[in-house]
Every structure is written in C-alpha cells, then in structure tokens.
C-alpha cells in the first residue's frame, strides 16, 4: 500500500519561503518513477507546479512557478522536496503530491497519469 504524505505547508507574508517535503511510504521510487506537485486554490482547479523523474533527476514547472520553486529528492529517504521561494499570494493553494511508477516521462502534467495522492498540505500567502 503505497502512502504519500505531505508537509510543511504554513502561513506565510508574500515574498517569504517554505519547502514541503512528499515522503512515500510502501513503495520505494523507482527509475521510471515520476513525482509530482499539484495545488487547488479555492474555487479554482488543481494545477500543475512541478515535477521529477526520480532516477534521471529531469524536472519540470508550470511557468507561474519557474524561477521561484525547486523541486529535489533525497532517494536515502524516498522524500521529494519542493523549496518554494518569493511567495505571492496567488501561490496559496493546497498542494498535493502525486506519484506515477510507471511514468513515460511525457505527460508529467497531467493529473490522469497519477496512481498515488497524498492528502494535501495547505499553503498561505499573505499580502
């Protein structure tokens, strides 16, 4: 039974930093593995933000985040990383992890080709 779960989410002044960490339980990540952030603002859908290939280290971000975010892993702990840095108050958003085993690498945006979610931490941004 695979378990993802989340956190580091917290209050924070726009402008400001946090860094959520993913740690997978059951299932070690392997070399097709692909993990990803989303987030869903309220009223709004989940989107994309971010995402890794676990063995080749290959990532990936929605424009709104490049430059600000980092998504990292730590294979010794099976945790994936996403720094987050100069916060805006649109960033505030439960985000979620996601996990695909068996990923082609090619559609790393797209929440169908996730297997496992965790339950989401809440990120907010204040002005």
């Known amino acids: 039974q695979v378990q993802l779960v989340e956190s580091g989410g917290g209050l924070v002044q726009a402008g400001g930093s946090l860094r959520l960490s993913c740690a997978a339980s059951?299932?070690?990540?392997?070399?097709?593995?692909?993990v990803g952030w989303f987030r869903q603002a309220p009223g709004k859908e989940r989107e994309f933000v971010a995402a890794?290939?676990?063995?080749?280290?290959?990532?990936y971000y929605a424009d709104s985040v490049k430059g600000r975010f980092t998504i990292s892993r730590y294979n010794a702990k099976n945790t994936v990383y996403l720094q987050m840095n100069s916060l805006k108050p649109e960033d505030t958003a439960v985000y979620y992890c996601?996990?695909?085993?068996?990923?082609?690498?090619?559609?790393?945006?797209?929440?169908?080709?996730?297997?496992?979610w965790g339950q989401g931490t809440q990120v907010t941004v204040s002005s």
């Open positions: 996601a996990a695909d085993y068996l990923s082609s690498g090619a559609d790393y945006s797209r929440q169908s080709e996730y297997d496992y």
């Open positions: 059951g299932r070690t990540f392997n070399t097709y593995a692909m």
């Open positions: 890794i290939r676990w063995t080749a280290g290959n990532t």
